[in-house]
């Protein structure tokens, strides 16, 4: 990962900028930079990974004085490279980011719609003295906006960096981007042009290769590369990928409560059969609690799920970083949007299903993906995320939602069906989804629960008043993390649109807290 900001005035001085700046120095350990443009300040925290030498340091500058700095991995560079040498234009370094204001100069807008990439951007065009920003269309790369007094736009990596700077922080849109002061949106992963009707062997053919190729692109690093493996279909689909396509060992990872961990041993089951280095980290109560107020700090979130989901992802993450020498990690997020959960099981209607899973696609960046971004990076890791691909999220999108729907009587048939064979046990490759907060161990999430409880009395409801402007916290454990987060971003909970909750709607659903668990069909998905 590396950290980007951006400021299009010059009231706030070079140093209120860097305060805020500094804050997500974990993003970009390796160099720092702040470039002065006419009207305004670029700011760089560089974690290399392509192009690991100095000149791969941004920002970037054109001959005509414009500059950009990127938070991104552009996808197939070499050949998109290749075609601007071609044209003449001529590089310094082997950064993938530095393909942008060529490509800016030559297609202007319209690049954006071109990239296959996760990304985001902040763009001086020295020709129009403007300010460009733009995010990927699925927002996995983050990117934050607020105004300055005197009403100049802010753009930052993490809300962290504007608190103080900004009186509203907003999360800037996926697939959009801004000029002339207005947001456009340049993509909508959620829109179909035309709906899939081929049959279930086509799709699930194309399924394979679409992820297949998704896996492939993300191997390409020039630091070395390790993988998050849970015990569950997403990740361990795509270790088992990587596997075959390196034909060498990999270097896999997976966290449990010592206590009573659930995935440890599917991971390790995954692990042998795929031949990788496994490593196995193991967690405490004491862990959990201790790591409690810096992980929703690090997440700038006040959300169940999220926050359950991230203490054990935090602290492998730290793990990682701390005993060896991974620099890149490649995990199983997004599928569950794309193919379902376990409560998407009781949708009425097709059209309801496609509906939810345009839902989720769309908020997907203030939630799993915010909170894969953020343990990864706050340990000085960068995130890949192969179920992100675009091109794969356009197609199982487009599939006739009836054919996606848990009519199978197994839930994420499609993608179970289509990689069968050898390239997982069978054991692994059925079993039920389990929730990553459960699945690490039923008692993190009780040891939360409990600890909520010796934080407040029976006076908690009219605490959870004062925060009723947004998100009232409905539960102790909920009032905790609220609380917590507004002391480091207090009034900013706007940021996200609500808590993760399943569809309240649908029969079967109206449940008082997010885990699956608590669901009538979760049955034995957590053993």
Sequence with gaps: MCSIMGYAGTDLTREELLAGFQRTKSRGPDDSRALDVPGGTL??????????????????TAPDGSAVVCNGEL??????????EAKGYTFRSGSDCELLLPLWREYGEGMFAMLDAEFALVLYDAPTGQFIAARDPIGIRPLYYGYSKSGHILFASEPKNLVGLTAKIMPFPPGYYYRDGVFRCYRDMTQVDRVC????????????ELLIQGVAKRLDADVPVGFLLSGGLDSSLVCAIAARLLDRPIETYAIGMRADAIDLKYARQVA????????????TEQDVLDALETVVYTLGTYDITTIRASMGMYLLCKAIH?????RVLLTGEISDELFGYKYTDFAP???????????????????????????????????RVPFGDLEFVQYVMSIDPAKKMNVYGKGKYLLRRAFAGDYLPQSILQREKAAFSDAVGHSMVDDLKAYAETVYGDDWRQRAERYAYHAKPFTKESLLYREIFEKYYPGQAEMVVDFWMPNKSWEGCDVDDPSARVLSNYGASGQ
């Design 43 to 60: 700011l760089f925290h560089r974690l290399a990974i392509m192009g690991p030498q100095p000149e791969g340091m941004q920002p970037f």
């Design 75 to 84: 996808y197939w560079f070499r050949k998109v490279k290749r075609e601007l």
């Design 197 to 208: 009707t081929d049959s279930l062997d086509e799709i699930c053919r194309s399924i394979k």
């Design 272 to 283: 042998e059969h795929i031949g990788s280095n496994h490593h196995e980290i193991y967690m």
């Design 322 to 326: 701390e005993q060896s020498d991974i």
């Design 349 to 383: 209607s097709p059209a309801a299903f496609q509906a939810e899973s345009e839902k989720r696609i769309r908020e997907l960046h203030m939630y799993d993906v915010l909170r894969a971004d953020r343990c990864i990076s706050a340990n000085s890791l960068e995130a």
